[in-house]
């Protein structure tokens, strides 16, 4: 395992629901990172969090929320999503993250369906 | 425009058999090139990460070619076993952003099927 946890691993949501994904690194890394994965696409970096700071959001719509309550703990808040958004969501992190070469070290995603 | 293209798109061979996935990119400033093997349901799990000083490096039997003068990258695995089966993404840190710092650019993804 590569000590990033993800929770839930499947996850089927209504448009109408509210659910959030939960992601937690064990390295005692610095950044975290949301990433969308749509079938034979590649991955979207989503958001990234560097010291409990969100430091990118990639013209993300407002319906994806991301909390990071602390450098161990990173959260995606869903709400009123569509069937679009259907994908899978991966959690990554880093020692660090700026210019350097750091080594990013993902979860096994949630896989996410939208009905 | 910053981007990686990934050749083949999928690809089959035969187990014992090796082979070559391919990874062009247009990705300027180059800091560094990734590959990373993510096997069905799960995450990416990093292979190699070359600089623009190193044009090969190896992890087990995969060997990962890189020529930063034609943008081109190769992974190339030996003797493949069942286990091989994945998809194999190539990533490119680069394109000098605003802010001081390098995003990483994604390839698509080769996808592997190793067959007894």
């Known amino acids: 395992e590569t000590g990033v946890t993800q929770t839930p691993r499947h996850l089927v949501m209504g448009m109408t629901n509210k659910k959030s994904l939960k992601c937690e690194q064990h390295?005692?890394?610095?950044?975290m990172y949301w990433y969308k994965q749509s079938a034979k696409k590649p991955l979207e970096l989503m958001f990234v969090?560097?010291?409990?700071?969100?430091?990118e959001n990639n013209s993300v719509p407002s319906r994806f929320s991301p909390e990071c309550p602390n450098s161990s703990h990173l959260f995606l808040h869903l709400h009123t999503l569509q069937p679009e958004d259907s994908a899978l969501y991966l959690c990554?992190?880093?020692?660090?993250?700026?210019?350097?070469?750091?080594?990013?070290?993902f979860g096994p995603g949630t896989r996410l369906t939208v009905t | 425009k910053n981007q990686v293209e990934q050749s083949p798109q999928s690809l089959i061979i035969l187990e014992g058999k090796n082979c070559t996935l391919q990874?062009?990119?247009?990705?300027?400033?180059?800091?560094?090139l990734r590959w990373y093997k993510q096997d069905t349901g799960r995450g990416p799990v990093s292979l190699t990460i070359?600089?623009?000083?190193?044009n090969t490096k190896s992890n087990g039997r995969y060997t990962a070619t890189l020529d930063a003068d034609t943008k081109q990258s190769s992974l190339h695995i030996t003797a493949s076993q069942l286990s091989d089966s994945a998809s194999y993404i190539c990533?490119?840190?680069?394109?000098?952003?605003?802010?001081?710092?390098?995003?990483?650019?994604f390839g698509a993804g080769t996808r592997l099927a190793v067959h007894p």
């Open positions: 990533v490119v840190s680069g394109g000098g952003f605003s802010g001081g710092y390098n995003k990483l650019i």
């Open positions: 070359m600089t623009f000083s190193e």
């Open positions: 390295l005692g890394h610095n950044a």
């Open positions: 990554a992190s880093s020692q660090d993250w700026g210019e350097e070469v750091y080594e990013q070290y």
């Open positions: 969090y560097s010291l409990e700071e969100r430091v």
């Open positions: 990874c062009n990119y247009t990705v300027s400033p180059f800091s560094n």
